[in-house]
């Protein structure tokens, strides 16, 4: 679960940090077409997710 959240951690970073660079991912495309504040809340949702499950399984 610890590399399950890493990877998430680092997808939502990665997703969140591609706009303001004005590129965009092949993937998280579709979050788009549902307005920029769900996209946004999505992005978020994911990077704390990876968060919440690395910090959480990382003494395991």
Not at 11 to 17: I, R, T
Not at 23 to 46: F, K, Y
Request: aromatic residues 16%.
């Amino acid at each position: 679960m610890k590399e399950l959240g890493l990877g998430l951690f680092l997808f939502g970073l990665v997703s969140l940090v591609l706009p303001f660079f004005g590129l965009h991912h092949m993937l998280l495309t579709w979050i788009d077409q549902w307005g920029p504040s769900v996209a946004w809340a999505i992005r978020g949702g994911i990077t704390l997710l990876g968060l919440v499950l690395y910090l959480g399984f990382r003494r395991r």
